[in-house]
């Protein structure tokens, strides 16, 4: 009688581009719902609505922070409004300028901005620039000292300057325009943006030397990156007649689209148009070969690419490239995350609520949670008694609702969240057969195990179960299935929560079974 062999599995994230016969037993093959976080595959938590019912759809969201307030700026496309929590009361102010009427923001392009200083800025590319005070009674206003008949694309800020992008003059457009501002005193808006004043630090560039259109800034460091659709640049102060100097920082890679560069750790996180890469303004490495880089750019819907945004999770040290899915035929918002942890190299993949936006800041709600809620400090993701702490803040324009992840469903409905490695050899290429699988899982309640088997390449996986496990109730599940190739699947389809930290597989080898020619 053949040994009993036992192969212990705890892969660290999915890859969806190498065969799944070809893959190492450090990586699933398939999953969604699923996060990779302090060595164990888990399930993610879902979304819960926060803030009541936003006045009218959010399209951006910037946290806005005062001394007394921890708020949100979050504007429609003709309106901009601000929320925020005291105690029990949520309150929704509209803070859209008294003097201009309601702004002409699109869906595709949407808003973009940033603090200056302590005041918001923000832009449409179609209005004048916005700004708004800290006071409790504030409301937006025309960007003071902004020039007259002149738009940007993109306007943000860098050290005490405000720097515009995609500049139109009096109706003529310069798409390769970086302009900047003079500089502003803390709790100051700039006193021009008059090139031609010698006396005064106002400028502007316009970087041609490639054909693709400046996109987006972001600062890294002392240096304000400046991306293109097809290179990057750098943007530093020099001071003298020059104020900024540039330099082209990389000519073979660009960015996708607004809002696609987050920056951690010193470094940037960019989604360009075929690629994402890590850099420090040095020197670039890419993140999906060999990994999801097929499956991401695939999955895009080709309408809607461009509306592909990132947004970092900073505590699960995430990056969440949001996306318009090929399958959405609802709407034209992100149904879809792929999910890079830059702390253990690890991809996964996630459901969005058709997010707009997604921003980073602290939330301040009324927490539910109590002592009595249900499961384990394993399977608990969620800082006891802490509803003040940073988060993610997801904002959903067609549903006109606002969300955090807070909860075990989606805005109330179960979800499925699945991880499966199939096509396995055990490192043994003859057949082989299953008599156990020992799973080291914590949870809430069941999960469904399934255990493949194939005897040929591509025959396709023959799956047993749902096997229900339920942890501290079972140790293994029993199970007979024989093949060449073999495979595991963990799903579940309810409330619960799990965390597997690995999953023993008991088998032993059957001789050698095919179909010849």
């Not at 808003?111 to 200056?116: I, P």
């Not at 390449?457 to 942890?471: C, I, L, N, V």
């Not at 199970?479 to 595991?488: I, L, M, P």
């Amino acid at each position: 009688m053949a040994q009993t062999q036992i192969t212990v599995l705890n892969p660290n994230g999915i890859n969806r581009d190498i065969d799944s016969y070809e893959l190492p037993d450090t990586e699933w093959s398939d999953g969604n719902n699923i996060q990779f976080d302090n060595d164990k595959t888990a399930k993610v938590l879902g979304n819960q609505q926060v803030f009541g019912t936003p006045t009218q759809a959010p399209y951006w969201l910037m946290s806005f922070d005062t001394i007394s307030t921890n708020s949100w700026i979050y504007p429609s496309l003709t309106k901009i409004f601000r929320v925020h929590t005291s105690g029990s009361t949520t309150t929704h102010t509209d803070v859209t300028r008294a003097s201009g009427g309601d702004y002409s923001a699109a869906a595709n392009t949407g808003w973009n901005g940033g603090v200056l200083g302590g005041i918001a800025i923000i832009n449409n590319g179609v209005d004048n620039p916005q700004f708004m005070g800290t006071a409790n009674n504030a409301k937006f206003a025309d960007l003071t000292n902004w020039p007259s008949n002149t738009t940007c694309q993109v306007i943000k800020p860098f050290k005490r300057f405000l720097v515009a992008l995609d500049v139109t003059e009096s109706g003529t457009r310069f798409p390769f325009r970086v302009k900047w501002s003079h500089p502003a005193e803390g709790g100051t808006l700039p006193s021009t943006w008059n090139p031609a004043d010698a006396t005064k630090d106002a400028g502007f560039v316009d970087l041609s030397q490639s054909k693709g259109f400046v996109i987006d800034c972001l600062p890294l460091g002392d240096t304000n990156v400046i991306y293109k659709e097809d290179s990057i640049w750098g943007m530093t102060f020099e001071g003298g007649q020059s104020i900024f100097g540039f330099r082209q920082l990389f000519s073979d890679v660009g960015i996708l689209g607004r809002h696609c560069a987050q920056s951690f750790d010193n470094k940037h996180f960019v989604v360009s148009e075929d690629d994402v890469y890590i850099h420090d303004g040095q020197t670039k490495q890419s993140i999906v070969d060999s990994k999801i880089r097929d499956e991401l750019f695939g999955s895009m819907h080709p309408d809607y690419k461009t509306r592909t945004f990132v947004a970092a999770d900073r505590e699960k040290n995430e990056m969440w490239i949001n996306f318009v899915s090929n399958s959405n035929d609802i709407n034209a918002f992100a149904d879809t995350a792929f999910v890079y942890n830059f702390r253990n190299n690890s991809w996964s993949k996630r459901d969005l609520p058709y997010a707009s936006y997604i921003g980073w800041g602290v939330v301040e709600f009324d927490s539910t949670s109590d002592w009595a809620d249900s499961g384990t400090w394993d399977t608990d993701s969620e800082s006891w008694n802490e509803p003040l702490k940073p988060t993610l803040l997801i904002a959903s324009a067609s549903a006109t609702k606002l969300y955090i992840l807070g909860s075990n469903q989606n805005a109330g409905v179960n979800f499925r969240a699945y991880v499966e490695k199939d096509n396995m050899q055990l490192g043994y290429p003859g057949t082989k057969s299953i008599q156990k699988i020992v799973p080291r899982i914590s949870g809430t309640g069941s999960v469904d195990f399934y255990v493949g088997s194939e005897m040929n390449p591509h025959q396709g996986t023959t799956w047993k179960g749902p096997y229900t496990f339920t942890s501290g109730v079972h140790s293994e599940i029993p199970v007979r299935a024989t093949g060449n190739y073999v495979g595991v699947r963990i799903e579940s389809t309810d409330e619960n929560t799990w965390a597997l930290a690995n999953l023993e597989i008991h088998w032993s080898p059957s001789g050698n079974r095919g179909s010849g020619v």
